[in-house]
Nanobody
Framework: QVQLVESGGGLVEAGGSLRLSCAASGRTFSSYSMGWFRQAPGKEREFVAA????????YYADSVKGRFTISRDNAKNTVYLQMNSLKPEDTAVYYCAAALRSGSQKSDYNYWGQGTQVTVSS
């Protein structure tokens, strides 16, 4: 069992930055690939970014590529999402998730956090 707790969300103006954190507890953090997803009101939860167990490999949704960076610190059991050049369309609840295998589909992930709200004003 893995427990995930996100933090760092908030209200920011367009063009601004936020850094989300996701702290994990439970089983060995480094055994899991980690991902970030987001869900806007009335929309499906969508993939944002993912990172491999070692942190060497990362991949991103096209909509955030070049603006968002995912990273992890296995010593701190934490994964991060640095979000720059934020746009109003980035407004959503952001969720971190843990997977025993890597992937960009919700079904690839075994554990989920409760989410943190990010609101970008125009």
């Amino acid at each position: 069992q893995v427990q995930l707790v996100e933090s760092g969300g908030g209200l920011v103006e367009a063009g601004g930055s936020l850094r989300l954190s996701c702290a994990a507890s439970g089983r060995t953090f480094s055994s899991y690939s980690m991902g970030w997803f987001r869900q806007a009101p009335g929309k499906e939860r969508e993939f944002v970014a993912a990172i491999s167990r070692s942190g060497v490999t990362t991949y991103y949704a096209d909509s955030v590529k070049g603006r968002f960076t995912i990273s992890r610190d296995n010593a701190k059991n934490t994964v991060y999402l640095q979000m720059n050049s934020l746009k109003p369309e980035d407004t959503a609840v952001y969720y971190c998730a843990a997977a025993l295998r890597s992937g960009s589909q919700k079904s690839d992930y075994n554990y989920w956090g409760q989410g943190t709200q990010v609101t970008v004003s125009s």
